[in-house]
């Protein structure tokens, strides 16, 4: 019984992680949700060869640059709240902010966001609050997501290999 459970959750390998991925970014659920648990299962799962790190960066990726956009797309179409948190925003000494919102900087302000775990499910919702270029957030998010992702599966692979000579 347990073993065809488990068989079950590794033909659902991708879609676990792609889920996971997403809840670990959404803001309703990433201040909930711890990051080095979905890593430590991500690894799990990838030792026991349920899935590829090619597999892993693509679905990890997927999730994670959706629940992004989903934060901004909320922050964007939060109406008249929207309106007023742009203006918060860009009120008095934080009108200094203005370049990375607007400008060719939003990459590092997705960056550091993406960075710091207590912003990373907060930026987005932001960003959109501010009305931040979508094109520009969306491009900038695939692009920077995609890097993040790549970067903590090179950790997981790295720790692998170093657990490996170890034993």
Known sequence: MIESWVNGLIVAAPLIILVAAYLDTFMFTGYFLYGFAMLSAVSMLHLSG???APE???VGWLGTA????TNYTIGYLGGAAAKRQQEKILAGRLKRLQPYLYGGRMWLVILVGRSITFTRPAYGFLLGAAHAAPARFIIFELIISLL????WIFIILLGESLLTRLL
């Open 50 to 52: 349920a899935i590829t």
């Open 56 to 58: 892993i960066i693509i």
């Open 66 to 69: 959706a629940a992004s956009i």
């Open 148 to 151: 993040w992702v790549t970067f």
